[in-house]
T-cell receptor, first 112, second 107 residues
Framework: GQNIDQPTEMTATEGAIVQINCTYQ??????LFWYQQHAGEAPTFLSY????GLEEKGRFSSFLSRSKGYSYLLLKELQMKDSASYLC?????????????FGKGTRLHILP | NAGVTQTPKFRVLKTGQSMTLLCAQD?????MYWYRQDPGMGLRLIHY???????AKGEVPDGYNVSRLKKQNFLLGLESAAPSQTSVYFC??????FGPGTRLTVT
């Protein structure tokens, strides 16, 4: 099966940097996604990593290490609007069975 | 270009009633997914489809059925609703696009 772990909650200060970690265990890894979800809304796509390394997109960056089963989402210059849940999801491909499984999400609180 | 739409947005059912949730996409995606989201549980995969005419079970398929007769539509059915199926249901098209969600309450 799959196992995806991320912290339940984190708190950071406006203007600071925060790193949200995600560890996973799966036998058919085929990519890792990060999404942002504001309360009462649908998730929105942030990033996708399939190869090791860092992907940067504006204030957000995502890192992947396949050998360690580890990823992180880095948010810089935090703004109040970044208060949301951040969801880590893994694409698992085995025996022509291709699905995307989510962790439970990390709720990020931004303090002024 | 509407992206991903879900109908209905809200619904209240009595235990034992049936209903169908519709997800429609206009992006020509092969892959479509149905998830449910409950407090503290994250998004859990119910069923998914990798193309027209195909469906597969996810993590929590019991009590649900799906059909993908047309590429643009993915239907989720509850044959006999139970209070444990009270949840927010999200459809996803491809890996990047989610519908707005359906809030279902079963009393």
């Amino acid at each position: 099966g799959q196992n995806i772990d991320q912290p339940t909650e984190m708190t950071a200060t406006e203007g600071a940097i925060v790193q949200i970690n995600c560890t996973y265990q799966t036998s058919g890894f085929n990519g890792l996604f990060w999404y942002q979800q504001h309360a009462g809304e649908a998730p929105t796509f942030l990033s996708y990593n399939v190869l090791d390394g860092l992907e940067e997109k504006g204030r957000f960056s995502s890192f992947l290490s396949r050998s360690k089963g580890y990823s992180y989402l880095l948010l810089k210059e935090l703004q109040m609007k970044d208060s949301a849940s951040y969801l880590c999801a893994v694409r698992d491909w085995r025996n022509r069975d291709d699905k995307i499984i989510f962790g439970k999400g990390t709720r990020l609180h931004i303090l002024p | 270009n509407a992206g991903v739409t879900q109908t209905p947005k809200f619904r209240v059912l009595k235990t034992g009633q049936s209903m169908t949730l519709l997800c429609a996409q206009d992006m020509n995606h092969e892959y479509m997914y149905w998830y449910r989201q409950d407090p503290g549980m994250g998004l859990r995969l119910i069923h998914y489809s990798v193309g027209e005419g195909t469906t597969a079970k996810g993590e929590v398929p019991d009590g649900y059925n799906v059909s993908r007769l047309k590429k643009q539509n993915f239907l989720l059915g509850l044959e006999s609703a139970a209070p444990s199926q009270t949840s927010v249901y999200f459809c996803a098209s491809g890996e990047q696009y989610f519908g707005p969600g359906t809030r279902l309450t079963v009393t």
